[in-house]
């Protein structure tokens, strides 16, 4: 259910001095408290309209705030608006609450403020307030134990303990199903989440995370690492705020060097690029105060504003022409490595570290030293090369019955027909031939990986209603990602086709011994085979049952859904 609130007036006698301010930088509101701010300045200002979209974990809906200089009266202004169009995230994570406060600063200062309404009059701003609400109504004032502020906050995990940056493509929360009607209402040239970062420390409160240029590819990767990230970061400069990549280190220090973090799509910026939406992670530094992280969160989503209003243009067109781009490549790049021999050099300002012992443990510990600041030449590796590239078909057809993924392709405005008859087609099908499988659950799932497939191609019969899923679309990254079970966060790795690999049929060894010696005698090319392989193999060779077995799976018995995927591709 939409509502939205929005009115004429464009004065208002309400004070919108927000907590944060109030106390001086220290606080952070609560959630009821930060939805009753953008109430009252949707009233008051008629550039503000508040919005909400169906329903999260924790039982509220999702709330969007849009800003636009004459006014957003319903949701198809959004997505018929010509503008500048920006998305921004905050509270994924609610207890890395800086977005939220440096966005609350920033749409009533846009409005507010005559120079900057005049100066963004062609964007359109759209900012979800809190994206984990059930996390924020789970406020504490511990679970952030190397935080510096605010003295309270919400929690990471949502109001079923998800990891809602895990969410994006498996979409098990009812959080990732509003995001995604919102994200394709507002179809957003620029991308924004704000976060909290953990791990080493250094010198920068800010720091950045753009999603992978190569990932991205074509004319939006270059033009995201060669113009977007370079001017932004020198904005910011000239601003004297420090900025850097992310620091992607854990239990060593960053002077040593450090990989750009590879942003798939189960991550909110992977998860963006699907759509060809240019992406960008804020990442603050938890250890400096809460006053100066907030303080540059807001003037670096100024930088962006200001970057994507100067290039709005460019960004349109190479956005428009983002599928063409694609498809004609013929293939598509499906997994990635980092180069480690084309690092990107950064004069990288550290602490110095060192190793002293522990005043808890019987062990030792990782000191930095915040007298001892250095600037040192570091490599940073933020080019990727792919390793594992698959042929873009012209269709995938997936067979009815798996309402999961169906549901998914719905929601992100993935286009499809069903068959009409029954209907026989040569299509190219895939068969997992390995897998391995994550010890632990992971975000209520015990994620497959390194997945290889065999293939072969065949003429299937389809059934009416059987889906045919051309690519030639716009959501054809999407498909690639999620049908390919190779790829990262395919909907094979996220445990979605696991039923094709339990076999259901079998058979009783003593039963099948006269009936696998008829196999044979009547199939001279399978019998050399089975021989050639008695030879050649002593585990095969010391394994009756396996040489039974094989005879089983080279037969007419054996049931072709085994380890077969509901999805064929066409080209």
């Known amino acids: 259910m939409l509502s939205f609130s929005c009115n004429n007036s464009s004065k208002s006698a309400l004070d919108f001095t927000t907590l944060f301010e109030k106390t001086e930088g220290k606080e952070t509101p609560e959630y009821k408290d930060i939805i009753s701010y953008y109430e009252q300045l949707a009233e008051a200002y008629s550039q503000i309209s508040l919005f909400s979209f169906g329903q999260t974990d924790a039982g509220e809906p999702l709330h969007l705030v849009v800003y636009s200089a004459e006014g957003i009266y319903n949701v198809a202004e959004i997505t018929n608006s010509p503008k500048n169009r920006i998305l921004i995230n905050n509270g994924i994570h609610p207890g890395e609450s800086d977005g939220i406060d440096a966005s609350m600063l920033l749409l009533r200062d846009l409005v507010q403020n005559d120079s900057l309404n005049q100066k963004y009059k062609n964007s359109l701003i759209a900012v979800i307030p809190v994206y984990n609400v059930g996390g924020a109504l789970n406020r504490n004032s511990h679970t952030r134990a190397n935080q510096n502020g605010p003295v309270s906050y919400g929690f990471r995990g949502n109001a079923r303990n998800f990891d809602l940056n895990r969410d994006f493509i498996k979409q098990d929360t009812k959080n990732a199903a509003a995001f995604a009607e919102i994200f394709h209402i507002v179809n957003p040239d620029v991308f924004i989440d704000n976060h909290v970062s953990n791990g080493a420390d ?7 995370l753009f999603t992978q240029h190569n990932k991205l590819g074509g ?118 490595t980092v180069d480690k021999e084309n690092p990107t050099l950064l004069n990288f300002k550290g602490y110095e570290a060192t190793t002293i012992e522990s005043k808890v443990t019987n062990g030792k510990r990782l000191f ?27 269709a995938y057809i997936l067979q009815q019955g798996w309402h999961q993924i169906v549901d998914r392709l719905k929601k992100n405005n993935i286009q499809f027909s069903t068959f009409t008859k029954d209907t026989t087609i040569t299509v190219l099908v895939n068969h997992i031939s390995d897998y391995k499988t994550r010890n632990a659950a992971y975000e209520g799932h015990y994620l497959h990986y390194n997945t290889t497939v065999s293939k072969s191609t065949k003429k299937i019969t389809f059934r009416t209603g059987d889906l045919y899923i051309p690519t030639n679309q716009n959501g054809v990254r999407y498909l690639l990602e999620t049908l390919e079970a190779s790829a990262t966060d395919s909907f094979f790795n996220w445990n979605f086709f696991d039923t094709i690999l339990q076999q259901k049929e079998s058979y009783s060894a003593y039963v099948f011994e006269d009936i696998a010696a008829e196999i044979l005698a009547k199939n001279p090319a399978l019998k050399k085979q089975f021989e050639d392989q008695l030879k050649s193999t002593e585990a095969f060779a010391n394994n009756p049952r396996a040489q039974l077995d094989f005879i089983y799976k080279n037969s007419k018995h054996y049931e072709k859904a085994h380890l077969r995927l509901p999805v064929f591709k066409i080209f």
């Open 368 to 394: 930095y030293d915040r007298t001892k600041p250095f600037t040192k030449e570091t490599n940073y590796f933020n080019n990727f090369l792919p390793d594992k590239e698959i042929t873009i078909p012209k």
């Open 219 to 336: 004319n939006l990767g270059m033009f995201l690492e060669n113009e977007m990230r370079p001017e932004i970061e020198k904005s910011l400069q000239e601003k004297e705020i420090l900025i850097t990549p992310y620091v992607n280190v854990w239990g060593d220090t960053p002077e040593a060097g450090f990989s750009q973090f590879f942003d798939s799509p189960r991550y909110s910026t992977g998860y963006t690029t699907l759509f060809h939406t240019l992406g960008l992670m804020v990442e603050t530094h938890m250890l400096k105060p809460y006053k100066i992280r907030v303080a540059q969160t807001y003037e670096l989503l100024l930088s962006t504003l200001d970057f994507t209003e100067e290039k709005s243009e460019i960004i349109k067109n190479f956005r428009a022409n983002a599928v063409a781009d694609i498809l004609k490549n013929n293939t598509y790049p499906i997994s990635y």
């Open 202 to 208: 250094y010198q920068y409160a800010l720091t950045h």
